[in-house]
Nanobody
Framework: QVQLVESGGGLVQAGASLRLSCAAS????????MGWFRQAPGKEREFVAA????????YYAASVKGRFTISKDNAKNTVYLQMNSLKPEDTAVYCC??????????????????WGQGTQVTVSS
């Protein structure tokens, strides 16, 4: 059974940093892409960042590029999202996802097969 478990969310002030973790289990993810998405109240789910398990290629939304960094630890089967210079508009529930068809569009939720339950990130001004 595939499980993606996020952790690391919390309440911080603008300008602070947080690191989210996504622990993956239940299968081999070597040919998968891993993505982070977020959803704020009343808004659609939004792509944040993605990384390939095999080559480590990374992709970012324009709104977070230069502030967020996605990385992975193959030995721990864990993907991270380092978030720096957080802004109030970054407030959302952050979910990680895994998909074998990510190459069809790493920013599209429909190309991901497995999802975590999400972790809340709240940034106060």
């Amino acid at each position: 059974q595939v499980q993606l478990v996020e952790s690391g969310g919390g309440l911080v002030q603008a300008g602070a940093s947080l690191r989210l973790s996504c622990a993956a289990s239940g299968r081999t993810f070597s040919n998968y892409g891993m993505g982070w998405f977020r959803q704020a109240p009343g808004k659609e789910r939004e792509f944040v960042a993605a990384i390939t398990w095999s080559g480590g290629s990374t992709y970012y939304a324009a709104s977070v590029k230069g502030r967020f960094t996605i990385s992975k630890d193959n030995a721990k089967n864990t993907v991270y999202l380092q978030m720096n210079s957080l802004k109030p508009e970054d407030t959302a529930v952050y979910c990680c996802a895994a998909g074998v068809n990510y190459r069809l569009g790493y920013g599209l939720p429909r190309n991901y097969d497995y999802w975590g339950q999400g972790t809340q990130v709240t940034v106060s001004s």
